[in-house]
Every structure is written in structure tokens, then in C-alpha cells.
């Protein structure tokens, strides 16, 4: 099954898709876009031309894991994306997943402008592959 994953933010949205097979998560790109309804309308786009299944939404909880005003803003775009679509999702957990992008951008000396389109998407693809480890390890 092709998996989308989304790292929603209001500015800009990281996206990320798996192979068929669920083993690898990759890098699509990084939507621009403050207006939801032309940013879910781009989503379905790029979802259609990969093929995609399922929608998995990071879900910024706190770190005591309740849910704020950013997780229940996050639930409703996924909620809204799904409706639009007729594509299921789920709800990913993405506590740390910025902290780790940018670890990871900071490993490989991603600086300036480049930083800011990529680390949408390495937290896209973070949120992506820990969903599709998971999946293995319930197998």
C-alpha cells in the first residue's frame, strides 16, 4: 500500500510517501500554503499521482502526551483532508520528530534556505517510517 505522510504546519506542510512494499519512507516536497482549502486541494493532487491509500497525519502531542490546541487544529485538517479525498487516514504521534530533522540537517550541513524546505520534509518522512516500523513490529 502507498502511505502519504503529512507534517501539517500552517505555513508550510512536509510531505513524504513509502514504496508499495511499506519499507522505505521518501521525501516529496514541502507545500507553501496558508490557506487550507488550496492546501488540501494540492494534497489531493500529489496524492493521486502517487497512487496514495492512507494519509498519515503527525499529531503534535505534548510531552505529558495530552492533546493541545495545535493537535486538535491537526486532527481537523486530517479529518477535512480525508472527507475531500475519499482517502482514510490515521493519526501519527510527532513528539521530537522537528528536533530530530534538524539533528539530522545539522549532521549533514543543510544551512540557509535549503533548511527551511527540507526540514518539513525530513519530519514528514521521520513521522512516515516510524508509522511503517511500527506496522513490522505488530506483524
Not at 18 to 26: G, P, W
Not at 39 to 48: N, P, Q, V
Amino acid at each position: 500500500m502507498i502511505i502519504m505522510s503529512v507534517d501539517y504546519g500552517d505555513v508550510r506542510t512536509g510531505i513524504a510517501v513509502c514504496d508499495k512494499l511499506e519499507i522505505l519512507a521518501s521525501p516529496v516536497c514541502t507545500v507553501k500554503e496558508w490557506n487550507q482549502d488550496k492546501l488540501i486541494d494540492r494534497i489531493i493532487e500529489l496524492a493521486s499521482s502517487h497512487k496514495v491509500e492512507l494519509f498519515v497525519v503527525g499529531l503534535p502531542k505534548n510531552m505529558d502526551s495530552t492533546l493541545g490546541s495545535r493537535a486538535e487544529k491537526c486532527m481537523e485538517f486530517a479529518a477535512a483532508l480525508s472527507e475531500k479525498s475519499g482517502i482514510p487516514y490515521e493519526m501519527r504521534d510527532e513528539r521530537l520528530t522537528t528536533v530530530s530533522a534538524a539533528t539530522a540537517l545539522n549532521d549533514t550541513n543543510v544551512r540557509g534556505a535549503k533548511r527551511k524546505d527540507s526540514i518539513d520534509q525530513v519530519s514528514a518522512v521521520l513521522i512516515l517510517q516510524d508509522y511503517l516500523d511500527s506496522k513490522k513490529l505488530k506483524a
